[in-house]
C-alpha cells in the first residue's frame, strides 16, 4: 500500500460495476428504483503543500448509465484526499446538477472500513448547491460508507437525504 496515499491507494485505477441500485425522485413526486452500470477513474495526483499542511490524493471520475441506457444519468468529478498528520479522508466533488460536496472523517491507514460525511451548513464538511435545487430539491446530509473486500475490490453505499 502507498502510504503516501493511506487508505486511498487501494482505488488507483479503473472500476467498472453494474450492481447499482439508485432512489430517486420522480417528475410526478414519487420515486423511482434504477439499476445501474458505473465507470470509476482514480489517478494520483501527488503530494499538495499548502504552508505546512500536506495532503496527498486522487483526482477521480464517475459516470453512471441505468442498465440498457447509452446516455449516463449521473456524472461527477473531483478528488479524494489523504491528511496524513490528522489521518482524515476528505471526498471533494462537484456534480452538473449544481451541487458541490465536501465529506471527510478521520480515518486510519489500515481500515477496511471507513465513514465519510456531509452537512448543509457545516463551515469544514459541507454542500453547496445552485439555487434551484437549494429552492426545490436542497440536499441537507450525505453519508457514504467505503467498504474494501479481500478480494481487493471495494463497494459503497451512498445516502443523500433532500429537503424537497
Not at 40 to 51: D, I, N, R, S, T
Not at 134 to 139: A, I, M, R, S, V
Request: proline fraction near 4%.
Amino acid at each position: 500500500m502507498d502510504l503516501e496515499l493511506g487508505p486511498l491507494a487501494r482505488f488507483e485505477g479503473e472500476w467498472e460495476g453494474e450492481r447499482g441500485e439508485s432512489c430517486a425522485p420522480t417528475e410526478e413526486a414519487g420515486i423511482e428504483h434504477n439499476r445501474y452500470k458505473e465507470l470509476m477513474a482514480f489517478e494520483p495526483l501527488g503530494l499538495v503543500k499548502y504552508h505546512q499542511q500536506k495532503v496527498y490524493g486522487l483526482r477521480y471520475r464517475t459516470k453512471a448509465w441505468e442498465l440498457g441506457h447509452e446516455l449516463p444519468f449521473h456524472e461527477e468529478v473531483g478528488y479524494w484526499l489523504w491528511v496524513p498528520k490528522t489521518q482524515r479522508v476528505v471526498r471533494c466533488f462537484v456534480t452538473p446538477h449544481g451541487i458541490a460536496t465536501i465529506a471527510g472523517s478521520a480515518v486510519s491507514v489500515d481500515v477496511n472500513r471507513f465513514e465519510l460525511s456531509s452537512e448543509l451548513g457545516s463551515d469544514t464538511y459541507g454542500i453547496c448547491s445552485n439555487q434551484f435545487l437549494n429552492e426545490k430539491f436542497q440536499t441537507v446530509r450525505y453519508d457514504l460508507k467505503i467498504i474494501f473486500h479481500n478480494d481487493e475490490s471495494f463497494s459503497y453505499e451512498e445516502e443523500s437525504v433532500l429537503k424537497i
